[in-house]
């Protein structure tokens, strides 16, 4: 009685928060926030979580071909052969940085074997080039660069090797080990390690010019190669056609699937187990949606037509324009943009390619820089537990850690943002909350026409980011209706912006 006597003499949110409390009292548990969603299918994992932030990154196909014009060297290239007039590092990462990138990973061993670090197994390397003196090490150099900038850095090591002796005997897998074992002890933080799936045919072979090929799902033991990678580098993700942390998206002209899964179960070309250079690669485009692992795309693309640098292309680096789509198609489809950047003879970007990078960030910037959505009134049809924690304007706030979510039962729903004056937009970001799995599988937009609502995008796969450009449109309430989800929706973002014209 007495607690009733007080509450009337409260007002505003202040009788609101009194009353709740007070309520509450004899059954504190009932009124406290629900739990959070159970997760749904395989989840990321911690270092997932931390590549899904890095989003753009750079390529750095640099190496013996770089100096003999060709993609693919036959291995029996002689190492003073690279010798690059102004190497600088620094131009390099400082360069991928300010236009936006978040790491890079260099070729630190192509298909012919030429090793860009002083490996102590083997003298096909910097270590025989006129480059330094013989004293040179382009990895340490550009880890060094990397660590200045606040780039990422991380290491392409082939599989194949044409200039080794032994490739294709078991020795070869145990010099391939050792290598993997320098890269990642002497160079400080990796945080990707990326395996190519071209293995096997003619080559140099230590002289023997021949062909050969290996048993691709056996002859590297990549289970205990991966193993070793976690032991030496606990925090880096593992790349390659199956995985185990980031799968090749199927094709390397950098786009995702329309719709893109971040789950994946890889299968061989012949349907059986599965290996790198050895899956019905096309479906890494889409992934799996029962997918048996969280194995989300990696869209990797040259700025070039060639991966290695090439004068006669000079005029041929992709436009701003090209690029700002393959953002929105790999990015904006849950995956990342692993933009190759191939330096130059001089062992520097190109102005050419920096001058279409750095047009790229600007739009980017320009683009991304007012998200109309925040401010808005959010409500929702549904709300976990009708708990704020819970609420629509999580998905509008400027974070993506708190999320709108529904009750365990309710798999569709919807989210309506209303503006006090119209709003004009072009483009929605959508993104799940993904640490509890990729959940829906299909929303719809519409806007307010001020007499009915009207449909401006349908989609079916969120996951960590989904980008949509639409026609321009002018409304008051903006409405995302998760249509079907495999458990409730878990919505940590829903964006608005204008796109920014070049
Ligand atoms: C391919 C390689 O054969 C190309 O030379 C290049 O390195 C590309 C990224 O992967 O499989």
Known sequence: MRGHARLQTLKGPQLKSSAVFLLCLPLLTSCSAPPPPKPYGPIPSARQLAWHELEYYAFLHFNMNTFTDR?????????????????????????????GMKALILTAKHHDGFCLWPSQFTEHSVKNSPWRGGKGDVVRELAEACKR???????????WDRNHKDYGKPEYVTYYRNQLRELLTNYGEIFEVWHDGANGGDGYYGGARESRFIDKKTYYDWPATWALVRELQPNAVIFSDVGPDIRWVGNENG?????????????????????????????????????????PPECDVSIRPGWFYHAAQDSLVKSAETLFDLYFESVGRGGALLLNVPPDRRGRIHENDERELRRLKRRL??????????????????????????????????????????????????????????????????????????????????????????????????????????????????????????????????????????
Not at 71 to 96: H, K, M, V
Not at 149 to 159: E, I, T, W
Not at 259 to 282: F, H, I, K, L, N
Not at 377 to 396: I, K, L, M, P, Y
Request: proline share 4%; aromatic share 10%; net charge negative.
């Open 365 to 502: 910037d320009e683009t991304f820089a007012i998200n109309l959505a925040q401010g808005a009134d959010a409500t929702a049809t549904h709300v976990r537990g009708e708990a704020s924690s819970f609420g629509a304007g999580n998905a509008s706030a400027r974070d993506n850690q708190s999320y709108w979510a529904t009750d365990d039962a309710i798999t569709a729903a919807s989210l309506t943002l209303e503006f006090r004056t119209p709003i004009a937009f072009d483009c929605v970001m959508l993104q799940e909350y993904i640490a509890l799995g990729q959940r829906v599988e299909a929303f719809v937009l519409e806007v307010w026409s001020g007499s009915e609502w009207q449909i401006i995008a349908e989609g079916t796969s969120i996951g960590h980011k989904r980008l949509l450009r639409i026609p321009g449109v002018q409304t008051k309430k903006v409405r995302l209706n998760i249509a079907k989800a495999s458990a409730c929706p878990a919505i940590a973002n829903l964006g608005l912006y204008k796109i920014a014209q070049q």
């Open 149 to 159: 900038h606040g780039l990422k850095f991380g290491v392409y090591l082939s599989p």
């Open 255 to 295: 786009y995702a699937g329309e719709t893109c899964w971040a789950t994946y179960s890889p299968v061989g070309e012949d349907g059986g187990e599965p290996a790198p250079g050895d899956t019905r690669y096309r479906e890494g485009i889409e992934g799996h949606r029962e997918g048996k692992h969280w194995l």
């Open 71 to 99: 993609e693919w060297g036959y291995g029996d290239e002689s190492p003073a052969l690279f010798n690059p007039t102004e190497f600088d590092a620094d131009q390099i990462a400082r360069t991928l940085q300010e236009v």
